[in-house]
């Protein structure tokens, strides 16, 4: 998601430590930068696939960090469980990213991931801190896989960047569909200062002006992502007189809907993104966003592969991401099983080939995918996500779009998905 000053809803800006314990199979997960091995782990230069793994573990994207934990488990779970990659048992090591507000910490949780000497890492899923990051972990020749990252200047940004997650030039042209085809007539837009909400503003304006919805406010405006308070924006909103709103914003959702009740703005007609679309049971009264509509890029995840998610990690509420984590990690492993060694440089080389670039049998597990390598045939990991090879710029050439529909508890439930190309 998202792309962002901080990836795609229930956080606080004041940047806190937070350490998350995690299964043996992976690493201690610390916030503040701090990573450990578990076992014999260390480093990819013996041979063993040791994934990197960057998560906002704090900071206003922190309400993605359990999933992705917990998808990054049972990645490794899976492809051990199948007998690791080359034959030796996969594992990790991790650091907390926070957002791109706390420059200083995307910086020490990255160099505490490469002092490990990773084969890959998953993550950051915030645009704007892997723009941040992105130099030095390629500088050091190490593939990264966004899960999360959909800014539209992120493609082909770099050799050794790769995303599992749409850009935004797709999520921005549905929503705005969406938008147009409900009939709004006139709509104003919310959208905060960064990479992400500018870059999805500016997309969901045009193609709703395409379609012939007047875009009364926001087209090129947008507010501090710092801010805190929203009387004055909501007041001028107001005054626009929108038939909706569309907010692009991550933690800044929650005050500035509460400015929207306490001036008796609807909240029912609001359209929310990737970075917001997400349970609110336990913020506002019951029907406050009943029918609000939100888009997340991504397959919606099933029940199982959800449940499966959640024994990894208990404290899982919100599945965003969490797919195209876990493909991504896969991807990884295969890479390395395809190439025959587990460097960065062997693995970068790969990736396109095991996502299915140049054609192959197609294959849904870690398992099956490895034993198609191993009789030599090339192949296509069709995983969680849906989406489909890695293009020339390493974005997925096609991928969904999810759309979700809030009801009386102000939950987002999954509506349908649309599918888009991704140019």
Same mark, same amino acid.
């Not at 994207?61 to 007998?83: C, F, H, R, T």
């Given at each position: ?12 800006? *004041? /940047? ?9 199979? *992976? ?30 573990? *704090? ?14 488990? /049972? ?12 034959g030796?048992?996969? *594992? ?6 926070s957002?791109?507000?706390?420059a ?9 991931? /490469? ?22 972990i390629?500088?050091?020749? @190490? ?9 539209a200047? /992120? ?8 995303r ?16 147009a ?11 905060f ?22 875009? @009364?406010?926001?087209? $090129? ?19 626009? %007189?929108?038939d909706?709103?569309?907010i ?25 993104? $990737? ?9 506002f ?8 509509t939100?888009t ?39 890479a ?9 440089e062997t ?10 670039? %140049?054609?192959g ?11 198609l ?26 991928a ?24």
């Open positions: 998601m998202r792309h962002a000053t901080s990836p795609h809803k229930s956080m606080k800006r *004041t /940047l806190m430590c937070a350490t998350a314990a995690v299964a043996a199979l *992976t690493m201690t997960l610390s916030g503040c930068g701090s990573s450990s091995s578990s076992g014999s782990a260390s480093s990819s230069s013996n041979g063993g696939f040791v994934l990197g793994a960057l998560f906002p573990q *704090t900071g206003s994207l922190a309400y993605m960090s359990p999933q992705e934990e917990g998808a990054v488990k /049972l990645a490794l779970k899976d492809i051990n469980d199948a007998g690791g990659v080359l030796k048992k996969a *594992t990790s090591v991790s650091a907390d990213t957002d791109a507000d706390h200083d910490q995307n910086t020490s949780g990255t160099q505490s991931v /490469l002092s490990k000497k990773p084969s890959a890492i998953i993550g950051p899923a915030s645009s704007s801190v892997v723009k941040n990051v992105y130099k030095e390629s500088a050091a020749k @190490v593939p990264l896989i966004s899960m999360g990252a959909t800014s200047s /992120l493609s082909g940004v770099d050799p050794y960047f790769f599992t997650v749409a850009p935004d030039s797709v999520q921005g042209a549905v929503l705005g569909s969406v938008i085809q409900d009939g709004v007539q006139k709509l104003a837009i919310a959208s200062n960064d990479d992400y909400g500018t870059g999805l503003r500016d997309t969901i304006a045009k193609t709703a002006e395409a379609a012939g919805v007047d875009v @009364v406010y926001g087209k $090129d405006q947008a507010f501090d992502p710092t801010e805190t308070n929203f009387s004055s924006l909501v007041s001028t909103i107001k005054a626009s %007189n929108p909706a709103i569309a692009i914003a991550f933690d800044q959702t929650k005050p500035l809907i509460k400015e929207m009740i306490a001036q008796g703005v609807d909240t029912t007609k609001l359209y929310l993104v $990737d970075g917001n679309t997400s349970d609110y049971s336990g913020t009264d019951k029907g406050t966003l009943r029918g609000v939100g997340i890029p991504g397959a919606h995840a099933s029940a199982d592969f959800q449940k499966k998610v959640k024994s990894m990690e208990s404290s899982v509420k919100d599945y965003t991401y969490a797919a195209e984590t876990y493909d991504g990690v896969i991807l990884f492993a295969l390395a099983q395809k190439g025959g060694k587990t460097d960065g693995i970068q080389k790969n990736l396109l080939a095991v996502s299915g670039a %140049n054609g049998t197609k294959c849904k597990s870690y398992k099956e995918c490895v034993a390598l191993k009789d030599g045939k090339d192949i296509e990991y069709v995983g969680q996500t849906g989406i489909g090879p890695f293009n020339k710029n390493h974005d997925p050439s096609s969904n779009i999810g759309v979700y529909k809030f009801g009386e508890d102000n939950k987002p439930v999954f509506d349908h998905a649309q599918s888009g190309k991704v140019s």
